[in-house]
């Protein structure tokens, strides 16, 4: 499996691994968004690859995490189970007909134009969150206190919001993490804590599902998404002890630097085809 690559090629999967792992353990976030740029513009990954090999990456990266969250009672299963009886159908048929798509060129030049728009889209919602969490979470609680006496209308909410989620993970790889996480803080009032646990095991099911999908069709590329998760293990034992030692403003802003300068370089290689 790793003969076809040289070990020139294995060391750049190893390093890029271990810069994104690095940045996710500063700030937990910036998963996909980051992947995605560094397989596309980088590596030169054939867009349709490089989404089931991110989210073979994601699922891979999440195992540890998740055992460690089980374990630490962290998971809202309640909301989780809702939120996956919209996910899991959405995020099955999306990636089953990206996948089928796969060998329209034009398809894919629409799937990398999407996937540019989602990452930008995921740039907003990140500046969004960064400047809720500077203000406080007033706003975001009573959002939150209101569904609370609605639970038919909040369970609702949650395969709907599901569904969404769902099925911008199979078509794109990004909303994990970068989608998940705000929804749960600010339409379900989920804590901190709460919130990371429950991302991380929905994120999990989606990634496993959209992996299986693409890989069923050897849409993914195995050795380079074992390389960089290996790498991503290492990185992110890094960055989150140095996490502790920096402002969380200036962490987070240096990851949302790096995803638009990902996003920027993600564009300027589509205009030049």
Request: aromatic share 8%; with cysteine; charged share 10%.
């Amino acid at each position: 499996m790793f003969d076809q690559l040289e070990i020139g090629a294995i060391l750049i999967r190893l390093l890029l691994g271990l810069f994104i792992g690095f940045c996710i353990g500063l700030t937990s976030i910036g998963g996909g968004v980051l992947i995605l740029p560094a397989l596309t513009v980088l590596l030169k990954v054939d867009p349709l690859v490089a989404v089931g090999t991110t989210t073979l990456y994601a699922f891979l990266t999440k195992i540890t995490a998740l055992v460690h969250h089980i374990k630490l009672k962290t998971i809202d299963w309640s909301l989780s189970k809702r939120f996956l009886s919209g996910a899991i159908p959405a995020t099955l048929l999306t990636s089953g007909w990206i996948s089928l798509k796969g060998a329209d060129h034009e398809f894919k030049a629409q799937l990398e134009s999407f996937i540019i728009g989602v990452i930008f889209f995921g740039i907003i919602l990140m500046i969004w969150n960064m400047i809720s969490q500077k203000k406080g979470a007033l706003t975001q609680s009573r959002v939150a206190q209101k569904l609370l006496q609605h639970p038919t209308l909040r369970s609702s909410l949650a395969i709907f919001v599901g569904a969404i989620c769902g099925a911008l993970v199979g078509a794109t790889a990004i909303g994990g993490g970068v989608l998940v996480v705000p929804i749960l803080i600010i339409l379900f009032g989920l804590s901190t804590s709460q919130t990371v646990g429950s991302a991380i095991f929905l994120a999990f099911i989606m990634t496993a599902i959209t992996s299986l999908t693409f890989g069923a069709r050897g849409e993914l590329d195995l050795p380079t998404a074992l390389i960089m998760s290996l790498g991503s293990t290492i990185g992110v034992y890094f960055g989150s002890r140095l996490s502790v030692k920096l402002p969380d403003l200036l962490l987070r802003s240096i990851v949302l630097s790096l995803v638009i300068l990902g996003a920027i370089m993600m564009c300027v290689k589509k205009g030049a085809h």
